[in-house]
Nanobody, 126 residues
Framework: VQLQASGGGLVQPGGSLRLSCTVS????????MGWFRQAPGKEREFVSA????????SYGDSVKGRFTISRDSGKNTVYLQMNSLKSEDTAVYYC????????????????????WGQGTQVTVSS
């Protein structure tokens, strides 16, 4: 399984970006998809995750209400719509996938994911 993340770039504070993550295998066979991010000098941080059904996605506290995750099984793609971006959102964003569903409380853990993409840089600056 290979994951290809794209959509990063430079955006001004308050702006929007949409990240995409395309999976080489049908997303219907992937139970969970997630996004993490890592800023320079900081640990990797959970951003969002969504299950195969797409119901009740999970969000990190710092992005709740501003970011929206969604998946298009027909296109093997997961999206992360990022609105009202702040300078502290600047980071490399990674998409991740897990083959089997696990308890919701584990969605935020990096160790819960089997596959990772290469990352895409998001820079929020004026």
């Amino acid at each position: 399984v290979q994951l290809q993340a794209s959509g990063g770039g430079l955006v001004q504070p308050g702006g929007s970006l949409r990240l995409s993550c395309t999976v080489s295998r049908l997303t219907s066979t992937i139970a969970m998809m997630g996004w993490f991010r890592q800023a320079p000098g900081k640990e990797r941080e959970f951003v969002s995750a969504i299950s195969r059904s797409g119901s009740i996605p999970s969000y990190g506290d710092s992005v709740k209400g501003r970011f929206t995750i969604s998946r298009d099984s027909g296109k093997n793609t997961v999206y992360l719509q990022m609105n009202s971006l702040k300078s502290e959102d600047t980071a490399v964003y990674y998409c991740a996938a897990r083959q089997n569903l696990i308890v919701r409380s584990s969605w935020r853990s990096e160790a819960s994911y089997d596959y990772w993409g290469q990352g895409t840089q998001v820079t929020v600056s004026s």
